[in-house]
């Protein structure tokens, strides 16, 4: 199950914590040792058992003959005129993915990619004019975050808040390297961050959302909505041909029942397409026996497609309709645009 390189040697990275002891246990090692050096391989982010001074120097050599270090390296780097800086990540085989560090007066957010690519074509999306090449493992994932929570802290002296997976790719198609990429980073000997401020966004799939449920997850879910007719949502978004928006609903409220955590309905609002107080009417009757929030997000153009964001009147009519019958609405505005680092403007171009 583990991945050897050409050496024959395992990627320590894709050990959980549990697994890495019973394999220090099979090679006749004491368990705390492993605890040792899962610490190092996570918390202190080392690549090399020479460095690893508390483990004795024969066993960092047993070690070094069984394992190798998968790495994820900064490959460009685009600062925005609003401080949002966006990465490329060069992958151990050569893919590139993307990722952004979105600075606010009360927050700092990393928004990371779950696979290169996107198979889901969403008609308004650049990572969607993509195809999905591949699923980014959970250390891959992992270390997005790392990079982007270190540029945080050196470069704008302020701790990362906040994680968002809303960066290239279907989180809930890539599940199982989603869930462990969370494990890594919500975990004491990872970067210790509250699962309360992590966010998966999805397109809406409904067989891995009772999943979440299921598995009574503690962090966020967000569904992109961007319209609340199956006609328009099926025009904009082809996954929702299978995936409708009773069935949507439904898995919604299973979720809100076994988490008892509110949803974030996301929803682009689209010039003349979705933007009218119709539109606002039924995004209330899919909205209304949820517990959720809704966030309205300007649509940020992207090059060659038939899109555009609506203006600041309309949406705030549309918001203003919503607030008035009890939901909590807030508008999300573009971040990062004049380099190409927005949300669904992610194609590595850089
Ligand atoms: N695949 C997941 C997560 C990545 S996309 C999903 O679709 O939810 C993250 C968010 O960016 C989604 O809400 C998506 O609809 C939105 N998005 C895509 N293209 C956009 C664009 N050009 N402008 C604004 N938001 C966009
Ligand atoms: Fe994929 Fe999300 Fe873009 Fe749709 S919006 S193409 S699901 S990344």
Redesign the pocket.
């Known amino acids: 199950m583990f991945n050897l390189n050409l050496m024959n040697k395992l990627n320590i990275r894709t050990f959980t914590k549990d697994e890495l002891e019973s394999f220090f246990i099979n090679i006749k090692e004491k368990k705390f040792r492993a605890s040792q050096v899962f610490n190092w391989v996570w918390k202190n982010n080392v690549d090399d058992f020479d460095k690893m001074n508390n483990i004795p120097v024969s066993l960092r050599s047993k070690l070094d003959n069984l394992f190798y270090f998968s790495k994820t390296i900064i490959s460009s780097k685009q600062i925005s005129t609003d401080q949002t800086i966006k990465l490329g990540f060069k992958l151990s085989d050569g893919f590139i993915c993307e990722g952004v560090l979105i600075p606010s007066k009360k927050r700092i957010t990393a928004c990371i990619s779950s696979q290169v690519g ?1 198979s ?1 074509s ?1 008609a ?4 969607g004019k993509l195809k999905r090449l591949r699923n980014i493992s959970a250390e891959e994932i992992y270390d997005q975050v790392y990079h982007i929570k270190k540029i945080s802290e050196k470069k704008l002296k302020k701790p990362l808040t906040n994680i968002v ?7 809930l198609l890539n599940y199982k390297n989603v869930i462990r990429s969370i494990q890594f980073i919500t975990s004491k000997e990872g970067l210790a961050i509250s699962p309360k401020r992590i966010t998966v ?3 809406g799939i409904v067989k891995m959302i009772h999943k979440l449920a299921d598995d009574s997850v503690k962090f966020n879910l ?1 569904l ?1 909505l ?1 319209a609340a007719n199956n006609e328009k949502r099926s025009q904009i978004m082809p996954i929702n041909s299978s995936n409708n928006l009773e069935s949507l609903k439904s898995s919604l409220q299973y979720f809100n029942k076994k988490t008892n955590r509110i949803i974030t309905l ?1 929803y ?1 609002i689209f010039k003349d397409f979705n933007d009218s107080i119709d539109d606002a009417k039924e995004l209330i009757v899919f909205a209304k026996d949820l517990k959720c929030k809704i966030n309205i ?6 090059e060659g497609l038939d899109y555009n964001k609506t203006s600041v009147e309309k949406t705030n009519q549309f918001k203003l309709y919503l607030e008035k019958k009890g939901f909590i609405v807030n508008v999300r505005k ?1 971040r990062g645009e004049d380099i190409d680092a ?4 992610l194609a590595n171009k850089a």
């Open positions: 996107c889901l969403c308004f999306c650049a990572t997976y809303m960066g290239m790719g279907e989180p966004s999805t397109s967000a992109s961007h996301e682009i997000i300007e649509y940020n153009n992207v573009s927005a949300c669904g403007q």
